[in-house]
């Protein structure tokens, strides 16, 4: 530990997310010291949103001994770029939709430390090799597989942003040119439109329809059938469900053995609620790899599922952006 | 320029091709000031090669004041691995083929000079950063258009040579996962299999065959068709021949959409023999692009041809990867 984080050993970490906005106050060991949280919706303009976060952070921040104790402050939040700072365009947010929000500055303003943002998967990538399964490592990716599909890539010990802060868009890799699925992203065939939460409810309809094995999920409106309810029918044993699994691993593994061409990783990194299915997608996702990818490549990666403890995680990931400063 | 610079104005290049090698001595401004060549092939093992090489290089390293002018040397080769300095199992190298050659250190045993190795597309990329068109660019692709399709990455300004070297293998993304063209590396689909010159030539023998239209290329036997006879012929003005580079240009635009989700590059430079065709293929490659991209990346990115003159190319580049060291 040098001098400087002898004297500011902590630093703030934001899981900025569509519902939740989590507050954690994090040491150099990955450890929360002090966490807390607000609403992310309800506030009529971005300053409001601030106004309140930094009234919910001052309770914690006074217990760990004041502002001078912290270095600076992380933050990662859909549609956040981290060359500028900023949200754009972000759908999810009634603050954040329309436009640009310089949050970092708007934070760093109040706070009177400096202030760092990215997207919530580059945040996941950043904490996994700070306090996870990626310590040590110079080239690996972190796939998230929640809501959506993201991603966050680490080349020679670096995050990969781009010319514009918008690399490592994994969810948008076109896996089907002809009659893929439609995407939130107005094209067809994108990786999320067949691994998001909603892609394997998905998949579960069209299994569903085009298959005859009984199934526990036959039970549900199609319609109402999420990736929870696989996730449940898998651990009793069905088998329709597994076969959802088998697929949605199969699709990841060709994505991952095409990126494996671009950036040849040590590792992938696999984080998010579809991780708790275990070997049942991990097993297809690996089988899936080594069947796609190219000789050089193969059975030289480690698959592996985040580090960072459960609900935790996000605002790990995202304090640790903050150490980057 | 300091003063080991001034001390050691140069570096030598060597372009290690499947025929050819060709030497060049390069000064910091990419000026050729001598160059020599041998046969690649016709040695019985690979001393024998680097003992002919050292020959001809003392040639050339007399006419610019000896050893003590040059700083490093770099290699541009097939299946170049820059970290280990090696060509490993090169298919096409009758003393590299079936094994390991630890090419680098044989070269700076002989010359007592540091030798850096890297892969040939590697090496264009290093020489675009160096010399050519990508000068003060961070973020970009050079995709080899050739007997094979090659691509060298650089992100952070840094190239991206992955874990194991081997990072970097645009030619292997699968681009079609159902009835997708055989490829050289035992799988379906590749890139390769549809932009490289030899993909261009099986491009123009399926449109022969699926197609009624009139075309000078149907003067010749088909099996004998290249890719230099679909160039000779778009430059006659052939409506077959441009269709066979609108096909390509729209497979390259999908690649470099998709590449695109990975790293966001500043721009796309084209290198080799088929960006001769000029707009026949900028321009499919450019509207195929803006037609697949994410939204956030549409019209963003730079779609530039090799700025390193003909033949001098590729030992510039290697050159280039001697700056490095």
Known sequence: MNSEE??????????????????????????????????????????????????????????VGGIDKIKAMGIGAPNGNYYKGTIEF????????????????????????????????????????????????????????????????????QLLYGSDGFAGELGHVIMREENGRSCGC???????????????????????????????????????????????????GDKLAKDIYEFTGEMLGEACANFAAFSSPEAFIFFGGLTKAGDLIMEPIKRSYNEHVLRIFKGKAKFLISGLEG??????????VGWEI
Not at 120 to 137: P, Q, S
Not at 199 to 227: C, M
């Open 6 to 63: 002898t004297l500011k050993p902590y630093v703030i970490g934001l899981d900025l997310g569509g519902t939740n906005s989590v507050f954690g106050i994090v040491d150099s060991r990955g450890e929360i010291k002090a966490t807390t949280a607000i609403k992310t919706q309800g506030y009529d303009n971005v300053d409001e949103y601030v106004a309140a976060s930094v009234e919910a952070l001052h309770v914690i921040i006074d217990q």
């Open 186 to 236: 107005g094209r067809n065939g994108c990786l999320e439109a067949y691994c998001s939460a909603t892609g394997v409810a998905r998949t579960a309809r069209e299994l569903l329809e085009t298959t005859q094995e009984p199934s526990l999920l036959r039970e549900l409106k199609p319609e109402d059938i999420t990736s929870l309810d696989v996730s449940i029918a898998a651990g009793k």
């Open 90 to 157: 972000a759908p999810n947010l009634s603050w954040g939709h329309s436009g640009i929000v310089p949050l970092a500055e708007l934070f760093s303003k109040k706070l009177g430390i400096p202030v760092a943002l990215t997207n919530d998967a580059n945040a996941a990538a950043i904490g996994e090799m700070t306090y996870g399964v990626a310590r040590g490592m110079k080239n690996f990716i972190v796939i998230t597989l929640g809501t959506g599909v993201g991603s966050g890539i680490v080349v020679n010990g």
């Open 311 to 320: 609900s935790s995680a996000a605002v790990l990931g995202a304090s640790a």
